[in-house]
């Protein structure tokens, strides 16, 4: 089949950033096949004109005008490649919703994606950020994922090695429209255990057997917790975490204890700790903080918020004061985890 590339001009994003900013895409294109991404780069490199991908655009911050060309990604097919005793494979479309994704498979008894309920965004997204909640990382049932590999204009299947992930981290944020992701293979394993050990969990479950909680229960209870601390997008704009939990050496965490005995920190690995970034700003003041049309959340202080009129630039210099208190109050380095569009 023959794809034309008719893209569509001044493309308002409103709708599509979940910060709520005033978005215009100079061309936009909805992309509801793979096929028509390759003609789709070689219509922006003919123009000259730069590419990137948005999908629930509820992880990136993007400027009033977005040069270029923005494919809007709706691929949207859930199939079933393998259904076994052991395991099931599931191929998602990479713009089916993330959390209706993790309620089907509840629904078909598939478990394993529980405690990544009611994350916003889109399955394509979620291994760029390799996203993780309450105890899981996505990165533990992805097996492949499906990309157009625009630097070499080919198709390409990744595995999890190639896909490098790590915390909040993987080779899609290093190497940035590089790849366009299209599907996600899936793989849940049939054996099965109840993940309720972050502190949050096991508090909703106190008195309960472990083994007596379902992969339901744990569903709803993540999508409580979620929605008593974190705003939702449809009525406060945010993009959930503005900032990575910065990992620190053992050596700087215990320098840091001694002077701040109450610090929020969980071990990474042998040598290094995650402190709690919402903890570090909480201390410095901003929580519930107002400047102008963006703000400190006022039940968790590691989102920002816009509640209509501002911008990029507003949120940007909001947290930059917080970067800079963070870095003169301990001394740490706060890296934003959304991905910054221009
Ligand atoms: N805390 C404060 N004040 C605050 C916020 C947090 O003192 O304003 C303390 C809490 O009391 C707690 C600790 O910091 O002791 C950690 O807070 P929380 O459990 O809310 O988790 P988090 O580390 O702030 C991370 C993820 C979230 C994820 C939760 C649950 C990152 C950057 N964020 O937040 O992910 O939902 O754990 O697993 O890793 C996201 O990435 O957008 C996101 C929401």
Not at 56 to 85: C, H, K, Y
Request: aromatic letters at 10%; a negative charge.
């Amino acid at each position: 089949m023959n794809f034309d590339c008719k893209p569509l001009a001044n493309y308002s994003l409103e709708d599509r950033n979940t910060l709520g900013f005033d978005v215009v895409a100079e061309w936009a294109l909805p992309i509801t096949q793979a096929e028509q991404i390759p003609p789709a780069i070689r219509w922006a490199k003919n123009a000259g004109l730069s590419h990137r991908v948005l999908g629930g655009g509820s992880n990136v911050v993007l400027p009033a005008q977005l040069p270029g060309l923005t494919l809007l990604m709706d691929i949207d097919f859930i199939e079933v490649l393998e259904n076994r005793d052991s395991n099931t494979r599931l191929r998602v479309g990479a713009g089916v919703n993330w959390h209706a994704l993790v309620g089907w498979t509840l629904d078909q008894n598939y478990r394993g994606l529980e405690n990544l309920a009611l994350i916003p965004g889109t399955v394509g997204a979620a291994p760029i950020q390799n996203i993780g909640a309450y105890g899981v990382e996505v990165k533990e049932y992805i097996d492949l994922v499906e990309a157009y590999d625009c630097q070499t204009n080919q198709w390409v299947s990744l595995s999890k090695k190639d896909c490098r992930f790590a915390y909040r981290h993987s080779v899609f944020k290093d190497e940035p429209n590089r790849f366009v992701i299209t599907a996600v293979i899936f793989d849940l394993p049939k054996e099965w255990q109840p993940r309720v050990s972050y502190s949050d969990l096991t508090n909703y479950f106190t008195n309960r057997a472990i083994e007596t909680i379902a992969a339901q229960e744990i569903f709803d209870a993540v999508c409580a917790i979620r929605a008593q601390k974190l705003p939702d997008p449809k009525v406060i704009g945010n993009v959930g975490s503005f900032f990575q939990n910065p990992v620190i050496s053992n050596q700087q965490l215990q320098f840091l204890k001694e002077q701040f005995p109450q610090i929020v920190s969980y071990p990474e690995s042998a040598t290094h700790s995650k402190l709690a970034a919402g903890w570090l700003i909480d201390q410095c003041g901003f929580k519930g903080m107002q400047l102008g049309n963006v703000g400190v959340h006022n039940k968790q202080a590691l989102v920002l918020t816009h509640r209509g009129g501002g911008n990029a630039g507003e949120l940007l210099g909001l947290a930059e004061q917080i970067q800079k208190k963070v870095k003169e109050t301990f001394g740490v380095d706060l890296i934003p985890e959304p991905i910054f569009f221009n």
